[in-house]
């Protein structure tokens, strides 16, 4: 695990741009493992931005997205669909029909498994992601992998926890229905990406990256499986490093 610590959020998107736009002109085929919450939006403006300046192409990309609710449609403007096709997939010259978010607008358990599992056919049928961008919860989950997740997990239906329910009230209106189940990537299944790019940005991180990179492998982090990866690199700005010895 390489960590990369930079003054600025600023800073972080800037460099995970950067390494986005290096896969993708290296392989204009390439395959991306994306990411939504608010970490990863700067990163999104700046690809938007340099998309629009003619320095980089989507054309031939295709995406993979980590998560999706379950208990709302994906017209929903909090779901993950909207949320990509809003700061990233409708600004861009990606072709629509090469982005993937899993598809959740069933409360049926046995369609949300095929569901998933389908997903996860797709990952493997396209011949792997070439590089993931995650974000990590206050709890230390990547994706919806919440604590206790296994790190042999692949694509499934997963309760959201607590801290994570908490953490993401901000996005819903007083009232609102908020899901507590989602789709999410497996730990196996983020694992397998060949790079692995984690961005953190905040003094509300500091804990869970500490736990990350200082703390035991563990399943109570599971941000912490990143350290197996020989892969993966850690972007963080100042607050999120605070708390690093
Ligand atoms: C989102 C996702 C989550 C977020 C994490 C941090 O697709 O998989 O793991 O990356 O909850 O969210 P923010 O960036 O909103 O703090």
Excluded: W
């Excluded at 995970?16 to 390439?30: F, G, L, R, W």
């Excluded at 990406?193 to 804990?207: F, P, V």
């Excluded at 912490?224 to 010895?245: N, P, Y």
């Amino acid at each position: 695990m390489q960590v990369i610590i930079l003054p600025t959020p600023n800073d972080v998107a800037q460099y995970a741009a950067n390494s986005v736009m290096d896969v993708v002109t290296e392989n204009a085929n390439s395959i991306l493992g994306l990411a939504t919450g608010s970490t990863p939006i700067a990163l999104y403006d700046e690809l938007v931005s340099r998309c629009r300046a003619g320095l980089l192409s989507f054309k031939n990309t295709k995406t993979f997205n980590l998560d999706e609710y379950i208990g709302i449609s994906d017209c929903h403007e909090q779901s993950y669909r909207a949320f990509m096709n809003r700061h990233l997939f409708n600004l861009v010259d990606i072709n629509p029909a090469n982005t993937h978010v899993p598809l959740a607008d069933s409360l049926d358990p046995e369609v949300l498994a095929r569901n998933a599992e389908a997903y996860e056919s797709g990952i493997e049928r396209s011949g792997g992601i070439d590089l993931q961008i995650l974000g990590i919860g206050v709890n230390g989950h990547i994706g919806f992998n919440e604590p206790t997740s296994s790190f042999a997990s692949r694509t499934r239906i997963k309760t959201l926890s607590k801290s994570t329910v908490e953490a993401n009230k901000r996005f819903f209106a007083e009232g609102e229905f908020q899901p507590h189940l989602a789709i999410t990537m497996g730990i196996g299944t983020i694992l397998e990406s060949r790079a692995i790019l984690l961005m953190a940005t905040g003094k509300g991180k500091a804990q869970a990256v500490k736990d990350m990179i200082e703390g035991p492998l563990t399943s109570m982090c599971p941000a912490s499986v990143l350290q197996q990866h020989k892969k993966s690199i850690v972007i963080l700005d100042e607050d999120a490093a605070s708390l690093l010895s």
